[in-house]
């Protein structure tokens, strides 16, 4: 189907708009989690990259993983602004409004627009299925993310952003907004993976205090050797560092073994996760690596290695995800994808041992 949408009209005296340019951000593997707390970032005036690709983990919750692309496994229950970015000042907290729905989209936009009000953005969950700009518009159901910026309840317009491609920065009517974001998201069989999670008038405020450090060398070290530490304690209830990774690469094969396909389903939403933190943090690591010296040749070294881990979860997700089906049958495959990406966490983290070390 082909999207059809509003453009940008001139507000009316009565818009509610934040102010200043909202950015789009993105990068190849993340997904609309990474992109919008990105764009709050930027508005902040913060670098994205800093921010998210500071923290590098592997976090494992057992039956806690949802079908949503912007799942992540929170270290603190519900923020995920501070589960992503443990060394800042930043934190989130979801909202769910006691206003009408579909039927009443104005008293529904209510809680919205005293956020815009005092001139802070939003980050709303919504279905693809009933955005205009979207590819999946009128096809398929999906749970996703979009920021919010502006409300024109006198022109019946939303002004939103989104960084994921096809990129999109502009007014959609606010009845479709309502729809997607008042979605139940249906079981889908064209995405599984993003589908049957309800969407239920969500939405996310992200708070950034002060002071905010700024990443110098000093702070990028304390920061990796705090990375390493967490790698290599143990893991509890949460399956956490290389114990958890080879906890959680078990239980995946274990499920093949089996016949089990659930783990193998959670593995291309989770997943997700880990990989976009990694080549995040892999691309910060070689902004610093750019650096003259003997330490910034190791961080190069050291980015490209946690750069070939996030591009191992490729193999891993996509298997496990078309082994749904029989999960006997991608074992092997299955096996040999596990084995690579463990390796490659073993080897990028022994060169960022190295470059702590010399930092």
């Known amino acids: 189907m082909t999207a059809t949408y509003q453009a940008s009209a001139a507000p009316s005296p009565g818009a509610v708009k934040v102010a200043g340019p909202v950015e789009h951000w993105c990068r190849d593997l993340v997904s609309c989690l990474q992109s919008t707390f990105a764009t709050v970032l930027a508005h902040a005036g913060h670098d994205p990259l800093e921010v998210l690709g500071a923290h590098w983990e592997f976090r494992y919750k057992p039956g806690d993983v949802r079908t949503e692309e912007f799942y992540y496994p929170c270290a603190v229950a519900g923020d ?27 008293a529904a936009m209510d809680e919205i627009i005293a956020v815009l009000d005092e001139d802070h953005l939003v980050i ?53 907004f309502v729809r997607a974001w008042s979605s139940g998201n249906p079981a889908d069989v064209q995405d599984v993976f ?38 290599r304690a143990g893991s509890g209830l949460d ?25 193998l389903a959670e593995t291309y939403p989770f997943g997700w996760g880990m990989q976009a933190q990694a080549s995040l943090h892999a691309e910060l690591l070689r902004r610093f690596g750019t650096e003259p010296g003997q330490p910034a040749t190791c961080l190069r070294e050291a980015a490209r290695l946690v750069e070939a881990t996030a591009n191992a979860w490729t193999g891993l997700r996509m298997t496990a995800a078309h082994g749904l089906a029989d999960p006997a049958a991608c074992a092997r495959d ?5 084995a690579a990406l463990r390796h490659r966490y073993d080897l990028a983290l022994a060169s960022l041992d190295e470059a702590v070390e010399l930092m």
């Open 80 to 106: 995920l602004a501070a589960s992503l970015a443990p060394h800042y000042p930043v934190s989130s907290s979801w909202h769910q409004p006691a206003g009408a729905g579909t039927e009443d989209p104005v």
């Open 334 to 338: 299955l096996t040999r994808h596990a």
């Open 124 to 176: 709303a969950a919504v279905d693809n299925y009933y955005l205009p700009f979207r590819p999946a518009f009128g096809d398929v159901h999906a749970a996703h993310l979009i920021v919010v910026f502006g409300v024109d309840l006198e022109l019946g317009l939303i002004y939103v952003s989104d960084a994921m491609p096809p990129a999109f920065r502009g007014s959609i009517p606010v009845a479709d």
């Open 194 to 231: 993003f589908s049957d999670a309800r969407i239920d008038r969500r939405f996310m405020t992200v708070k950034i205090e002060e002071p905010f450090p700024v990443l110098d060398r000093a702070m990028l070290r304390t920061v990796l050797a705090s990375n390493l530490a967490a790698f």
């Open 239 to 263: 399956w956490t560092g290389l114990d958890g990774l080879g906890r959680f690469l078990a239980a995946l094969l274990d499920a093949c073994a089996s016949g089990d396909g659930r783990l």
